[in-house]
């Protein structure tokens, strides 16, 4: 396949590595400083649990043209960047499958008017990674986890999408096409957004975390009020496994959750939540419409909300240390 990766952060860097490494024609579309850094030594990738480290070689782009022509297009780019780049999108019309790649609780319907309902699809990717050393620290997830997930707007599982699938799964990609992703990601950040408001209360520490009980429950209760309104609005929590959050006693989620804090692998799983305090400020923005338009009452979602909508890193953890972001790259 021919694709275009639109977006050349820490994940979209990952995709274009892996699946020019399988054998497609990937372009990646960078600027600035990430454009020189990506033609001058490549992406550079490093394996979280084995270590390896590879340095693949990808065809960067500055621009999308009006007359290029790709089988596909992923748009790996923060919420809130989005309808930025919706009119270049648009004015290409040889390339038949753009796929928006990423966090969305605002449904598709401004992709759709821009675009054509035929030419957008969903997907978010079963990948996560940060950027230390000049390189990227990236973990793929299994399938038991979060596989790489994409869909038709309308469910179907279309020709197209399972050439995508294989294409994704042969770049090393675990996949599963869904179909109803609208639902997929909504119920996506009814997860995140309690999950990054928590660790913000924590001052991004997850060891604050860890032994935070308070932020804790306020995640497990929120991410059960965001279920909430989600099921309100008729919209399935999907998977459906998920529903897991609303019966287990919330004692036994705390515990849980400290287990898997524990984990290293975790300070790259959640570590894009400091370092994207703008799309999480947007998804939430997108959430507390929906939460709206249900009448639910949301105040554990209230309370972690004012922790996403800080500008500054609230100093209220029980030692008061600021943790640092992890650095990203260029």
């Not at 950027?131 to 399938?143: H, N």
């Not at 909430?228 to 459906?240: E, Q």
């Not at 894009?272 to 949301?298: C, M, P, W, Y």
């Not at 909508?309 to 992890?326: F, I, K, L, M, Q």
């Given at each position: 396949?021919?694709?275009?990766?639109?977006?050349?952060?820490?994940?979209?860097?990952?995709?274009?590595?892996?699946?020019?490494?399988?054998?497609?024609?990937?372009?990646?579309?960078?600027?600035?400083?990430?454009?020189?850094?990506?033609?001058?030594?490549?992406?550079?990738?490093?394996?979280?649990?084995?270590?390896?480290?590879?340095?693949?070689?990808?065809?960067?782009?500055?621009?999308?043209?009006?007359?290029?022509?790709?089988?596909?297009?992923?748009?790996?780019?923060?919420?809130?960047?989005?309808?930025?780049?919706?009119?270049?999108?648009?004015?290409?019309?040889?390339?038949?499958?753009?796929?928006?790649?990423?966090?969305?609780?605002?449904?598709?319907?401004?992709?759709?008017?821009?675009?054509?309902?035929?030419?957008?699809?969903?997907?978010?990717?079963?990948?996560?990674?940060?950027?230390?050393?000049?390189?990227?620290?990236?973990?793929?997830?299994?399938?038991?986890?979060?596989?790489?997930?994409?869909?038709?707007?309308?469910?179907?599982?279309?020709?197209?999408?399972?050439?995508?699938?294989?294409?994704?799964?042969?770049?090393?990609?675990?996949?599963?096409?869904?179909?109803?992703?609208?639902?997929?990601?909504?119920?996506?950040?009814?997860?995140?957004?309690?999950?990054?408001?928590?660790?913000?209360?924590?001052?991004?520490?997850?060891?604050?975390?860890?032994?935070?009980?308070?932020?804790?429950?306020?995640?497990?209760?929120?991410?059960?009020?965001?279920?909430?309104v989600l099921s309100s609005l008729d919209i399935p929590i999907t998977p459906s496994i998920h529903q897991v959050f609303r019966w287990i006693p919330e004692f036994l989620l705390v515990?849980?959750?400290?287990?898997?804090?524990?984990?290293?692998?975790?300070?790259?799983?959640?570590?894009?939540?400091?370092?994207?305090?703008?799309?999480?400020?947007?998804?939430?923005?997108?959430?507390?419409?929906?939460?709206?338009?249900?009448?639910?009452?949301?105040?554990?979602?209230?309370?972690?909300?004012?922790?996403?909508?800080?500008?500054?890193?609230?100093?209220?953890?029980?030692?008061?240390?600021?943790?640092?972001?992890?650095?990203?790259?260029?």
């Amino acid at each position: 396949m021919k694709i275009l990766i639109y977006g050349a952060g820490n994940i979209g860097s990952l995709y274009a590595a892996k699946l020019k490494e399988s054998g497609n024609n990937v372009d990646i579309l960078a600027r600035g400083r990430r454009l020189r850094e990506i033609r001058e030594h490549g992406i550079r990738l490093q394996d979280f649990v084995s270590g390896e480290e590879t340095t693949t070689r990808v065809e960067a782009v500055e621009s999308l043209a009006p007359d290029d022509a790709y089988d596909l297009v992923l748009v790996i780019l923060p919420r809130h960047r989005v309808c930025e780049v919706l009119p270049i999108l648009a004015a290409n019309q040889n390339t038949p499958s753009i796929m928006f790649f990423g966090n969305n609780a605002g449904g598709s319907e401004e992709m759709i008017r821009s675009l054509g309902r035929e030419r957008v699809l969903l997907g978010f990717p079963g990948a996560a990674g940060i950027c230390q050393d000049d390189r990227i620290r990236f973990l793929i997830l299994d399938k038991g986890e979060q596989p790489t997930t994409i869909g038709e707007i309308d469910g179907a599982e279309s020709e197209r999408i399972k050439v995508i699938a294989s294409a994704l799964k042969d770049a090393g990609f675990p996949v599963s096409i869904s179909t109803n992703m609208d639902a997929w990601l909504k119920t996506h950040v009814a997860e995140i957004i309690p999950t990054a408001g928590a660790l913000y209360m924590a001052n991004e520490d997850i060891g604050q975390l860890k032994h935070n009980r308070e932020a804790l429950g306020l995640m497990i209760r929120a991410i059960r009020e965001g279920f909430r309104v989600l099921s309100s609005l008729d919209i399935p929590i999907t998977p459906s496994i998920h529903q897991v959050f609303r019966w287990i006693p919330e004692f036994l989620l705390v515990a849980m959750m400290r287990r898997k804090l524990n984990d290293k692998a975790w300070s790259v799983k959640i570590g894009h939540a400091s370092n994207a305090r703008d799309e999480v400020k947007a998804i939430a923005r997108e959430f507390r419409q929906l939460a709206q338009q249900s009448g639910i009452a949301t105040p554990a979602l209230d309370q972690l909300q004012s922790y996403v909508d800080a500008t500054e890193r609230p100093a209220d953890s029980a030692n008061g240390s600021h943790v640092g972001a992890p650095p990203r790259c260029p």
